[in-house]
């Protein structure tokens, strides 16, 4: 199967972005995209230290945030824009309003019904990182790993126009699946959705999935074992991409609305007991 259109110019912009210049070059690639991209720098190191433009893109934080650590705060993974989010009616949720998606489709063929029936009628939060925003993600609650799926798939913009006017945009580009289980059993998803210049997704507690690669047969990885905790940096996206949190009926109370801007570890929804 030949590669989509999508997936090469996101490959290509990859080769660009992680080729390390001559530093002189490096310094004025680094400040072009900073300055057009209106970056806030404050917490990071400066554009110049970075030797490639994907060091700038997957950049860390310079001193950790502080977050709540109350077990009852569910806080937001990443930096972002909230596109969507709310109550699922059955499977259904929205990409941005108007213009909706099944969660069944969006999880995909390697989750039973069992599983998928999981979050029917619960919530969803869509989470967009735009190209200035900090591309690292983040556990937002203490949870247990039970599942990794990676869906192979095409790399279509999911910038707000994208959102408007293409139809099941998440369903068709390619994400991980990560099941996660509370400390009492209850069962959320975070998909990591790709994009445009997108292509890689790191998932650091799970090495072998290789995204933007020449995959064409969905991966599954499962653990017994895999616990992590609140705040835990686990991956990044190689540019700015899309979040989705899917979870029970009556899991949280989100503190947060369609429309807003949120920061890492800020709390965003109240777990329910």
Known sequence: MSKHITSLISQYFGKFASHEF????????????????????????????????????????????????????????????????????????????????????????????????AVHNGQFINFYLSPK??????????????????????????????????????????RVVIKCETVDKKIFYMVLVGALNVGVMKVSFEPRIKTDADAEQQSVYEYEDLYLNKGDDFGCFEMGSTIVILSEENMFDLQINSGEHVRFGQTIAKYLD
């Open 133 to 174: 925003d900090y591309h690292r993600y983040h556990i937002p609650m203490n949870l247990k790993v039970l599942k990794a799926v990676h869906i192979p798939g095409k790399l279509y913009p999911v910038n707000m126009p994208s959102l408007k006017k293409r139809l099941n945009l998440f369903i068709e580009n390619e």
């Open 22 to 117: 001559p530093s002189w070059f490096q310094r004025i690639v680094n400040q072009s995209y900073v300055s057009l991209m209106g970056l806030d720098m404050s917490e990071f190191k400066a554009p110049s230290t970075y030797k490639s433009l994907n060091q700038l893109f997957t950049r860390h934080l310079r001193e950790p945030r502080h977050f709540s650590l109350d077990g009852a705060d569910l806080i937001s993974p990443c930096d972002s824009f909230i596109s969507e989010c709310g109550d699922l009616d059955e499977d259904y949720a929205l990409q941005i309003k108007g213009m909706g998606y099944k969660t069944d489709e969006l999880l995909g063929e390697n989750f039973s019904d069992e599983e998928k029936k």
